[in-house]
Nanobody, 123 residues
Framework: HVQLVESGGEAAQAGGSVRLSCVAS????????MAWFRQAPGKEREQVAT???????TYKDDVKGRFTVSRDVAKNTLYLSMNNLKPEDTAMYYC??????????????????WGKGTQVTVS
């Protein structure tokens, strides 16, 4: 089965930029929906951004204009480019995926594969 491994998390200054990567262990076809989530200490996990195999994307309101989700199919890699970082972006960031199943315009209805996360700390 497919495994997801995130990387790129780091300590950053407010106003700075970080790019996260999520590599899938193997190619699993051209039909997928993928997402980035984050969870800060003491808070619930929240969805940050999604992208599907048609290229449709969605974003959490407070990251619109600052974060960009993208994917490199040839590299089996999902990215999250984060600009103009704020301290409230501090969290563990996770990627998730579904291959097959249902999604519509970037809204994933069946995410069932999760990575272990990468930490982003903004001060």
């Amino acid at each position: 089965h497919v495994q997801l491994v995130e990387s790129g998390g780091e300590a950053a200054q407010a106003g700075g930029s970080v790019r996260l990567s999520c590599v899938a262990s193997r190619y699993s076809g051209n039909n997928y929906c993928m997402a980035w989530f984050r969870q800060a200490p003491g808070k619930e996990r929240e969805q940050v951004a999604t992208i599907d195999s048609d290229g449709s994307t969605t974003y959490k309101d407070d990251v619109k204009g600052r974060f960009t989700v993208s994917r490199d199919v040839a590299k089996n890699t999902l990215y999250l480019s984060m600009n103009n970082l704020k301290p409230e972006d501090t969290a563990m960031y996770y990627c998730a995926a579904q291959y097959g199943g249902a999604w519509m315009r970037g809204i994933c209805y069946g995410l069932n594969i999760w990575g272990k996360g990468t930490q982003v700390t903004v001060s």
